[in-house]
């Protein structure tokens, strides 16, 4: 399971996994309790691979904070809780990416990501590793796709 699959959809708990697509939309099963949906082409759904944290310098991909929070976790779920108080969940992230920007990181983003990270290991997702090799062939294909038209 990639975050490619795995999404946030608005007014809804949680995390899904993307089943399968429909004609209207796509059905996806819920990380929280197993149970299938089907959403909609109007739903706003977001897609893991594609959020990022804004840092001081750039925006970092949420797979690289996952893989920071795991690391100082040992592969465990996190210390503090998304229920924490404002002030612990923010020092736990300082600590995790120190150099986030809390102008525009706000507290409930921080919680969003401690609850969805909890939520991945739970389920036994802990690879948030980039995996290049897929990446290259990716931009090999897309490249000489380009090429023939």
């Known amino acids: 399971m990639s975050l490619d699959k795995i999404v946030a959809i608005a ?3 949680g995390l899904y996994e993307l089943k399968t697509q429909t004609r209207t939309g796509f059905v996806a099963s819920s990380l929280l309790d197993g149970k299938k949906i089907t959403v909609g082409m ?3 759904v977001s897609v893991l691979s594609e959020i990022a944290i804004y840092t001081l310098t ?3 991909p949420l797979k690289a904070v996952f893989a920071k929070i795991q690391e100082k976790e040992n592969g465990g779920e996190t210390a503090v809780g998304h229920k924490e ?3 612990k969940l923010e020092e736990y992230f300082f600590e995790v990416l120190p150099d986030y920007d809390e102008d525009r990181v706000y507290t409930s ?3 969003k990501v401690i609850q969805w990270y909890n939520l991945l290991i739970k389920n036994g997702f ?3 590793t980039e995996d290049e090799s897929t990446t290259e062939e990716t931009e090999e294909v897309t490249s000489k796709g380009t090429e023939q038209e």
Do not use: L
Request: hydrophobic share 15%; glycine share 6%.
């Open 42 to 44: 109007r739903s706003n």
């Open 11 to 13: 007014g809804k708990p």
């Open 85 to 87: 108080s404002k002030d």
């Open 126 to 128: 802990t690879d948030f």
């Open 58 to 60: 750039e925006e970092m």
């Open 109 to 111: 983003d921080i919680k």
